[in-house]
């Protein structure tokens, strides 16, 4: 296993590592339908979640300027028009607060989680250079102006902007030669296995799963295991210093 020490940049994923801490957002839209009380089925809301995916690609409905929340709202506006047009849902005055309930909801974890990650990548920036590539409508730029995080990043790699999507080598290889260092010297940060680990190991990088439980040393295929990002600023800071 290669020592941290020989890391000159860390190329995280946005949706689901820093804005959410690990839990993918599918998960998290999830939950918080349960907690709202919606009654619907979790195969009924996978069904409305495709729905909603389909229609905003089809229809390029989340503009550039959209930050976390306008993007949610549209989301969730067209997942709960889904689910009442299909009669899983009635048509009154509760069920049409939804979305803003909704959006409300996950805007607000995002934002917890992003305020505790500032702390991580203040340091972090101070040492690495600090990279982003995201699976993601074309908005990148104006959620990390919302929340304050463009001053952290030297760039970011998103894939309707190259045409390229995950898990592609491609916008990887981009996305370290936008750092201007090696896929060697690149730590990919994910929480995602499929879609980000594995793709930038082909490429060269050392990889750090965000998996918030444990995974045997067995079945480890990144090079390092995190719980949150709080253990990665600890682990690089170690292993420098070592």
């Not at 979790?42 to 069904?47: A, G, I, Q, V």
């Not at 390029?60 to 549209?74: K, R, S």
């Not at 009442?84 to 959006?103: E, F, H, M, W």
């Not at 992003?114 to 995201?134: D, F, M, P, S, T």
Request: hydrophobic share 40%; proline share 5%.
């Amino acid at each position: 296993m290669e020592q941290t020490h020989d890391i000159k940049g860390i190329l995280f994923n946005f949706s689901g590592t820093i804005d959410t801490e690990g839990c993918e957002w599918f998960d998290l839209i999830w939950r918080k339908y349960r907690e709202t009380g919606i009654p619907v089925s979790k195969s009924d809301y996978l069904c409305a979640h495709e729905y909603a995916e389909a229609q905003i690609s089809e229809c390029n409905l989340i503009e550039p300027g959209f930050n976390l929340y306008q993007m949610l709202y549209i989301k969730l506006s067209l997942q709960i028009k889904y689910l009442i047009d299909k009669g899983l849902l009635s048509d009154n005055v509760c069920t049409r607060k939804y979305p803003q309930q909704l959006a409300t909801l996950c805007y607000n974890r995002a934002i917890m989680h992003v305020r505790q990650n500032e702390l991580i990548l203040e340091q972090l920036v101070k040492q690495y250079r600090l990279g982003i590539v995201a699976q993601s409508y074309g908005n990148l730029p104006a959620m990390l102006v919302d929340f304050g995080l463009t001053p952290y990043f030297t760039d970011g790699i998103e894939s309707s902007a190259v045409n390229l999507n995950k898990p592609d080598q491609a916008i990887f290889k981009l996305s370290v030669d936008a750092l201007h260092i090696a896929p060697e010297e690149t730590l990919c940060v994910s929480n995602s296995l499929n879609n980000d680990l594995l793709p930038a190991q082909g490429i060269g990088c050392q990889t750090a799963w965000l998996n918030l439980r444990p995974v045997p040393p067995a079945k480890r295929v990144s090079n390092y295991h995190i719980t949150s990002l709080t253990d990665l600023n600890a682990l690089l800071y170690s292993k420098s210093n070592t």
